[in-house]
Structure formats: C-alpha cells, structure tokens
C-alpha cells in the first residue's frame, strides 16, 4: 500500500526558509508523479509544485515560481519542497500526493488536486514574526 509521510512544518518568520520532504513507502517511487499542495486556512486546496518521476519535468504555481524548489531522490524515495523567501500568505497545511504516471493521460505533471490518488497527512507551516 502506497504511504507518503510529510515532515518539516514549522513556525518560521517572513522572509525565512524551510524544507518539507515527502517520504513514500509501498510501490516503487518511480513511477509516480509528485504533487505538493498547499491549504490555508478556510481555503481551498491549491497546487503548489509537481515534479515528474523521473525528475526531469516541474511546474510551479505562479505564486510561488522563484522562491520554491522541488526535487526527488528516488533511490532515497523521498520528494522535498525548499520554501524560500516565505510571506504570510505561505501558511497552511502542505500536503504530498502522487499519482501514477499512467493515470495522468499523457501528462506527466499535475497540480490539480483531483489527479492525485494518494494523499499524506500533512504538515503544518505557520509564517509569523
């Protein structure tokens, strides 16, 4: 059964830095297209950042592009989010999902949250000086 574990919330001040990291366990990561998404408080989920299994291929949310990174280790099977420059408007529960590259019909990004089949339990970030 596919498992993906989210780690590295934190409380941080604007302007500061952090680095969440999605760990999955059960299949083989590989094949798998990597979603972050982000929810803020009474708001609805949006997609931040995606990454193709292979690594080769990333999108970005206009909001974030310049200030976040994504990468995949996939011998480490671990998928990490490098936040830069966070603002207030960052905070929220950041959650990982995936998706295999077979269910995305020809895509091999997504950041829409109805693409992605498998979810973790997220982790809180709190921007706040």
């Known amino acids: 059964q596919l498992q993906l574990v989210e780690s590295g919330g934190a409380l941080v001040q604007p302007g500061g830095s952090l680095r969440l990291s999605c760990a999955f366990s059960?299949?083989?990561?590989?094949?798998?297209?990597i979603g972050w998404f982000h929810q803020a408080p009474g708001k609805e989920r949006e997609g931040v950042s995606c990454?193709?299994?292979?690594?080769?291929?990333?999108n970005y949310a206009a909001s974030v592009k310049g200030r976040f990174t994504i990468s995949r280790e996939n011998a480490g099977n671990v998928v990490h989010l490098e936040m830069k420059n966070l603002k207030p408007e960052d905070a929220g529960v950041y959650y990982c999902?995936?998706?295999?590259?077979?269910?995305?019909?020809?895509?091999?990004?997504?950041?829409?949250?109805?693409?992605?089949?498998?979810w973790g339990q997220g982790t809180q970030v709190t921007v706040s000086s």
């Open positions: 059960g299949v083989t990561m590989a094949y798998y297209t």
């Open positions: 990454i193709s299994p292979g690594g080769r291929t990333t």
């Open positions: 999902a995936a998706v295999s590259l077979a269910r995305l019909g020809g895509k091999v990004t997504s950041l829409d949250a109805g693409d992605h089949d498998y």
